[in-house]
């Protein structure tokens, strides 16, 4: 009986490592996602709002996400971040939950805003942490019936936190930039669940074993100039923030086109 007890143990405890390991790991060829991006502590920082009192703030950015910004699932969560959280582009896609400080005029609860556009000067300028958010997201940070009196004050003091990026069942995707050719292939990243930031990009061509480092040449846009390129191709992503990787096997067809976007079949934990 103790041996049958022994042994029934340690199959629970193989059954639980097995399932823990599927928890992190998913499906495909996606690790790492035992990291959380998720930041626990607040940070002070000071917020704006830009474009129309109920827009959506930013007319693309910098990030390159075009019209993206204007549809769900980052329609009115959207925001400019100052230098020192853009790092460069680096920062495009990562996630913030931001709330204003003053209770006599701002929820308790936090908005959560995407990266995706700076702001380079003025009250974002001298290595402040800064957002200037769009005015639906502002507006969101009052109390039901005065997110037009919360934008009338202008300059706000905040406190954000890091917080893992969620769109709601989309998968990873890749667009095509315009302009990409078999001699310079271009891509930008779309929805990119977790860290929501990138800092290494590789691409395979088919029929090939080799794994070729991709340039970040701004926002979240990538590039890669050797040539002639040969299609399909595989797309490995590695986040900057806890370093997660994801590889999407040959999610750019052999007839890929410029301006078009193709979608994986997976995303991180």
Same mark, same amino acid.
């Given at each position: 009986?103790?041996?049958?007890? &022994?042994?029934? *143990?340690?199959?629970? =405890?193989?059954?639980a490592?097995?399932?823990?390991? +599927?928890?992190?790991? $998913? @499906?495909? #060829?996606? &690790?790492?996602? *035992?990291?959380?991006? =998720?930041?626990?502590?607040w940070?002070?920082?000071? +917020?704006?709002?830009? $474009? @129309?009192? #109920?827009?959506?703030?930013?007319?693309?950015g910098?990030?390159?996400?075009?019209?993206?910004?204007?549809?769900?699932?980052m329609?009115?969560?959207?925001?400019?971040?100052?230098?020192?959280?853009?790092?460069?582009?680096?920062?495009?896609?990562?996630?913030?939950?931001?709330?204003?400080?003053?209770?006599?005029?701002?929820?308790?609860?936090?908005?959560?805003?995407?990266?995706?556009?700076?702001?380079?000067?003025?009250?974002?300028?001298?290595?402040?942490?800064h957002?200037?958010?769009?005015?639906?997201?502002?507006?969101?940070?009052?109390?039901?019936?005065?997110?037009?009196?919360l934008?009338?004050?202008g300059?706000?003091?905040?406190?954000?936190?890091?917080?893992?990026?969620?769109?709601?069942?989309?998968?990873?995707?890749?667009?095509?930039?315009?302009?990409?050719?078999?001699?310079?292939?271009?891509?930008?990243?779309?929805?990119?669940?977790?860290?929501?930031?990138?800092?290494?990009?590789?691409?395979?061509?088919?029929?090939?074993?080799?794994?070729?480092?991709?340039?970040?040449?701004?926002g979240?846009?990538?590039?890669?100039?050797?040539?002639?390129?040969?299609?399909?191709?595989?797309?490995?992503?590695?986040?900057?923030?806890?370093?997660q990787?994801?590889?999407?096997q040959?999610?750019?067809?052999?007839?890929?086109?410029?301006?078009?976007?193709?979608?994986?079949?997976?995303?991180?934990?």
């Open positions: 009986m103790a041996g049958s007890s &022994s042994s029934s *143990a340690a199959c629970a =405890v193989l059954l490592s097995l399932v823990c390991a +599927a928890c992190l790991f $998913g @499906s495909g #060829e996606a &690790s790492g996602a *035992a990291h959380r991006v =998720v930041d626990p502590e940070h002070p920082a000071t +917020a704006t709002w830009y $474009g @129309s009192a #109920e827009g959506d703030g930013s007319d693309g910098a990030c390159g996400y075009g019209t993206l910004v204007d549809v769900v699932p329609k009115a969560r959207v925001g400019a971040v100052s230098p020192v959280l853009f790092k460069s582009g680096e920062g495009c896609g990562a996630c913030y939950k931001v709330r204003c400080l003053d209770r006599g005029i701002c929820s308790r609860r936090a908005v959560t805003v995407i990266v995706t556009d700076e702001c380079p000067g003025g009250v974002c300028a001298g290595g402040r942490t957002f200037d958010l769009s005015g639906a997201a502002f507006g969101r940070l009052a109390v039901a019936g005065a997110g037009g009196q934008r009338n004050r300059e706000i003091n905040v406190v954000f936190r890091r917080t893992a990026c969620r769109y709601g069942g989309k998968n990873i995707a890749f667009h095509v930039n315009e302009g990409s050719t078999s001699f310079w292939l271009s891509l930008l990243v779309e929805f990119e669940d977790g860290d929501g930031d990138i800092g290494s990009m590789q691409l395979k061509q088919a029929n090939s074993a080799q794994w070729q480092d991709m340039q970040h040449i701004w979240a846009t990538w590039s890669l100039t050797p040539g002639p390129l040969v299609g399909p191709f595989s797309v490995r992503l590695t986040t900057l923030t806890s370093k990787t994801l590889t999407a040959d999610v750019i067809p052999k007839n890929w086109a410029p301006k078009a976007t193709y979608t994986s079949r997976l995303n991180f934990a």
